[in-house]
C-alpha cells in the first residue's frame, strides 16, 4: 500500500514539474541563435530511475498531453505546429520512462553512479529518435535534416539530462560517491 | 515589467483560458466535451482529405459561435504562429523527397519539387493545426480544470473493472495540476534567494553546459523539495487509510443531459460526414471540377 | 556624533500587477532609515508588505516609484551594479534551509564567494570564518547536507550569507520554526556580528521577543505604509497599537501591564525580558532609580 500510495504521488508531483517547467519556460535552455535545448523530460527520467517504468510512462503522458495543449494553445515556435499531433507529442514520451528505467536497472548493479548517468542520457536520446523519427515518417521534414537536428540538439540535450538526474537523485538517495567531502 | 523585476514568474503563464458564458457547450457534461474532442483530434490527424477538414473545420467553429465567447479569441494563439505554419508547410511542399514518388509535378525550381501528393500534405497539415488549435480553444473555453477532472476520473471508472487503475490516474493527473502553483511560488523564493547571494543564472555566458550549470541551484532544490512534498503526500495518505480505488464512492455524479445527446449527434454527423468525403475522395473530384473551370 | 544612513527609502510605492484589473497596492509611500552600527526591527501583520519591501532593498524589484539609496546607490538607476549591492547587503529570506542545494555544506557555503570569483584561498578563508561566526565547526564542510538539524541548516544558511562578509544584513524571520535552543543561537550570533564596527542589521519578524531582545529602532508596518517608527521600547509600551494591529504582547510586557493594572509603576521603559526583570528586582530590593 505504501508503495502505491508513493508512487501515485511522485508521478504527480514529476508530471507537475514537468508542465511548470514547460509554462514558465525555464525548461528551455537557451542553445544557439533562437534554438533551445529542453529538460522537462527529465522529470520522466528521474520519476522512472526512482519508482520504476510504468511511473515514468504516466509521467511521459503529462508531458507528453501539456506539450500538445502548449503547441495548440500557447504556441511560441514553429515546432509546436507539429507538436499538436499527438502521435508527434505524446506517443514517443510514452517510452522514454520505460527505457530509462531499463538502462538504470541493467547498470545499477555495476555501479550506480554511471547507470544514472546512462539512463539520463539514454531517456533523452530517446526523446530526441522518436520525436524526430514520428516527423521523419510523416514526412515533416527531409530525413538528412532530421540527422542533423538529432545531432546538433539531441546530443547536448542527453548530457544536459544526464548532469541534472545525477545533480538530483544522488542528494536524494544517500548515493555515495567518490567524493567525500566538499571541495572547499 | 521584464525589465524591472527579475524574478517574477506568476505573470508569465499561459494555459488557456476558462470563459464562464453559461452557454449551452458549458453546460454539456465533461465526458461529452472530452470524447468528442478526443474523436474529433484523432479523425483530423487521420483523414487525407482537404474537404473532411473543412467540414471538421466548420463544426468547430458552430461550436464556437454557439459558446457567447469572441470568436476572435480562439485565433490569437493561431495569428502568432501563422509564419512558422507557412514555412513548415512550405517544407513539407517543396522539399521533403517522399512525396515525389509517383507524383504529378506541379512546379519545380532548382531542387524545390511541388507535386500534387506533397501540395496535399501541405495543405493537411496546415488543415489539422488550425482544426486541432481551434478544438482545444473551444474546450479551453468551455470546461474548468475542475469540470475536467470529474470527467476523465468518470470515464476511466468502467476501466477499473478490468484492473486498470482509473483513480488513481486521475488522482496523479490532479496532484500534477494543483502542484504547478505550488512550483511557482517555491521557484521564485529559491531564485530570490540564489541570487541575493550572487547567483545570476546563466544570463550571456557562451557555453551551454556552463550556462545550465549555472541553474542548477535553481533546479536542484526545486526537485528536491518536490520530492519532499512528495513523501509528506504520501504519509498524509496513507495516515488517512487511502487504500486506492476500487470501491469507492464519489460525492459529485454527473449525469447526461439533452444537450449531450444533440451534441453527440453532431459530432457524429460531422465525424462520419469527414470520413466519407475522406474514402469516396472528395478532394479529387473538386479539383479535377477547378482545374476543367480553369482550362 | 551624526550617524551615516546606510540606507535611504524614500515615498516608496509598489504595485503588484499594475496595469492589469487584478492590481493590488502593496506599498504606499513608505519612507525608512538605515543607519550603520545599529539593528532595525520591522514588524506588521501578514500582508502588510514587509516580503515587499524586503525585495526592493537589494534590487530583487526595482521601485516602480520613490527611491531605494543603498550606499549613496539609487536603486532605480538602471545602471546601478546590482552584483555589488547583493554583495554588501546579505539578505537571508524565511526557512533558507529549503535553499540549500550542495550536497555537502562546505560548498553550499562557498557558493556565494564562488559567485564573486575569489581565489580558492579566498573561499576557503571566507567559508571558515562564516562557519566559525554561526558556531559550526569548519570540520561540518565535509558533512552532508542533508544530515544537519534544522538549526545546523539554519546556521549553515547564515553562514552562507555571512561569507559574503556583508556590512549590512536582513533577514526574515531568522528564529521561525526552531526550538528555544536555536533560537539563542541564532540570536547570539546576530549579537555578536553586530557588535563589529560598520554594520547594521534588519530583523522581520513576527516574534515580538525577538524584536525586544534585537532592535535599537523598530518600523511598524500595515497595509503598506509605516504606521509607527521609532524607539522599540516606545512603540511596545503602546500597548493599543499593538492589539489593533494584531500583533502579540511580549511575555515581559503583559507582566509590565498586570502590574501597572495592580499600582505597580515600572516605568523604565525596558522592553526585554532581562530589563523586565532587573527592573522588578530593584523595586522588590526597594531601590528606587
Not at chain 1, 525555464?26 to 527520467?45: E, K, N, Q, R, W
Not at chain 1, 515514468?56 to 505546429?81: C, E, K, N, R, Y
Request: with cysteine.
Amino acid at each position: 500500500m505504501n508503495d502505491r500510495i508513493r508512487k501515485i504521488v511522485i508521478a504527480g508531483v514529476m508530471g507537475g514539474i514537468s508542465i511548470f517547467l514547460g509554462a514558465t519556460r525555464l525548461g528551455f535552455i537557451p542553445y544557439f541563435s533562437g534554438a533551445s535545448l529542453t529538460i522537462m523530460h527529465v522529470p520522466v527520467i528521474i520519476g522512472a530511475v526512482l519508482e520504476g517504468p510504468v511511473v515514468g510512462a504516466v509521467i511521459g503522458f503529462i508531458f507528453g498531453i501539456f506539450s500538445l495543449l502548449q503547441a495548440a494553445i500557447a504556441p511560441t515556435g514553429p515546432a509546436d505546429v507539429w507538436f499538436v499531433n499527438p502521435l508527434v507529442s505524446v506517443l514517443p514520451r510514452l517510452i522514454i520512462g520505460p527505457i530509462a528505467w531499463l538502462v538504470y536497472r541493467g547498470l545499477k548493479n555495476l555501479n550506480e553512479v554511471p547507470a544514472l548517468v546512462a539512463a539520463g542520457i539514454a531517456g533523452s536520446l530517446t526523446n530526441t529518435g522518436l520525436v524526430l523519427g514520428v516527423l521523419g515518417a510523416f514526412g515533416y521534414l527531409p530525413w538528412p535534416l532530421i540527422g542533423t537536428i538529432a545531432a546538433a540538439n539531441g546530443l547536448p540535450e542527453a548530457a544536459l539530462a544526464a548532469i541534472l538526474t545525477y545533480a538530483v537523485v544522488v542528494p536524494w538517495k544517500r548515493i555515495n560517491t567518490k567524493r567525500q567531502g566538499s571541495s572547499v | 515589467m521584464a525589465q524591472r523585476n527579475e524574478f517574477e514568474l506568476m505573470g508569465k503563464v499561459v494555459i488557456g483560458q476558462y470563459i464562464p458564458t453559461g452557454s449551452v457547450v458549458h453546460r454539456l457534461d465533461a465526458r461529452t466535451k472530452l470524447m468528442l474532442g478526443a474523436l474529433l483530434i484523432v479523425v483530423a490527424i487521420f483523414v487525407s482529405s482537404i474537404a473532411a477538414l473543412l467540414l471538421l473545420f466548420v463544426t468547430v467553429l458552430f461550436g464556437l459561435c454557439i459558446t457567447k465567447v469572441e470568436v476572435k479569441l480562439a485565433f490569437i494563439s493561431l495569428r502568432r504562429v501563422l509564419p512558422y505554419l507557412f514555412v513548415l508547410a512550405a517544407i513539407q511542399m517543396l522539399a521533403v523527397p517522399q512525396f515525389r514518388l509517383d507524383a504529378k509535378v506541379i512546379w519545380e525550381w532548382r531542387f524545390f519539387v511541388l507535386t500534387d501528393r506533397s501540395l496535399l500534405s501541405g495543405l493537411l497539415l496546415m488543415g489539422r493545426f488550425v482544426v486541432i488549435v481551434s478544438l482545444l480553444a473551444l474546450f479551453s473555453f468551455t470546461t474548468s480544470t475542475t469540470e475536467l477532472m470529474h470527467g476523465v476520473e468518470h470515464m476511466l471508472q468502467p476501466l477499473q473493472r478490468l484492473r486498470f487503475p482509473a483513480h488513481e490516474t486521475a488522482l496523479v493527473i490532479n496532484i500534477a495540476i494543483r502542484f504547478v502553483p505550488i512550483l511557482m511560488g517555491e521557484a521564485e523564493r529559491i531564485m530570490r534567494a540564489q541570487a541575493s547571494r550572487g547567483a545570476d543564472f546563466g544570463t550571456g555566458r557562451h557555453n551551454f553546459i556552463r550556462r545550465f550549470m549555472r541553474m542548477l541551484p535553481l533546479f536542484v532544490p526545486l526537485f528536491i523539495l518536490s520530492l519532499q512534498h512528495a513523501q509528506n503526500m504520501a504519509e498524509a495518505m496513507e495516515s488517512r487509510c487511502y487504500m486506492g480505488g476500487s470501491g469507492r464512492t464519489r460525492l459529485i455524479q454527473l449525469h447526461y443531459e439533452k444537450q449531450d445527446f444533440v451534441a453527440f449527434l453532431i459530432g457524429i454527423v460531422a465525424i462520419a460526414g469527414a470520413l466519407c468525403m475522406s474514402l469516396f475522395k472528395v478532394d479529387q473530384t473538386v479539383w479535377k471540377g477547378v482545374m476543367t473551370i480553369l482550362s | 556624533m551624526q550617524k551615516k544612513p546606510v540606507i535611504e527609502v524614500r515615498k516608496l510605492t509598489h504595485r503588484y500587477l499594475a496595469g492589469t484589473p487584478l492590481e493590488v497596492q502593496s506599498l504606499r509611500g513608505i519612507d525608512f532609515t538605515l543607519y550603520t552600527d545599529e539593528i532595525v526591527g520591522i514588524v506588521g501583520p501578514t500582508g502588510s508588505g514587509k516580503s515587499t519591501f524586503l525585495c526592493h532593498l537589494n534590487g530583487l524589484i526595482r521601485p516602480q516609484e520613490g527611491d531605494v539609496l543603498v550606499f549613496g546607490v539609487s536603486l532605480a538607476d538602471s545602471r546601478a551594479d546590482m552584483r555589488m549591492i547583493r554583495k554588501r547587503i546579505g539578505m537571508l529570506f524565511q526557512n533558507p534551509e529549503q535553499q540549500l542545494f550542495e550536497r555537502f555544506a562546505g560548498d553550499d557555503v562557498a557558493f556565494g564567494p564562488r559567485n564573486y570569483d575569489l581565489s580558492k584561498e579566498e573561499v576557503r578563508e571566507a567559508v571558515r570564518r562564516a562557519m566559525e561566526m554561526v558556531g559550526l565547526p569548519f570540520s561540518y564542510k565535509d558533512r552532508l547536507t542533508a544530515d544537519l538539524s534544522l538549526g545546523e541548516k539554519r546556521r549553515l544558511a547564515l553562514a552562507g550569507v555571512f561569507a559574503l562578509d556583508p556590512e549590512i544584513l536582513v533577514l526574515d524571520e531568522p528564529t521561525a520554526s526552531l526550538d528555544p535552543e536555536g533560537r539563542r543561537q541564532v540570536l547570539e550570533v546576530l549579537k555578536g556580528w553586530r557588535r563589529e564596527p560598520g554594520r547594521s542589521l534588519i530583523v522581520v519578524s513576527h516574534n515580538m521577543e525577538d524584536i525586544a531582545e534585537l532592535a535599537d529602532r523598530t518600523y511598524l508596518l500595515s497595509d503598506g505604509e509605516v504606521v509607527y517608527s521609532g524607539v522599540t521600547g516606545k512603540l511596545f509600551a503602546d500597548r493599543e497599537l499593538l492589539l489593533r494591529q494584531g500583533l502579540a504582547l511580549t511575555v515581559p510586557l503583559q507582566v509590565v501591564h498586570r502590574l501597572s493594572q495592580n499600582g505597580i509603576s515600572l516605568g523604565k521603559g525596558n522592553v526585554s525580558a532581562r530589563g523586565v526583570a532587573e527592573e522588578i528586582g530593584s523595586v522588590l530590593h526597594g531601590s528606587a532609580q
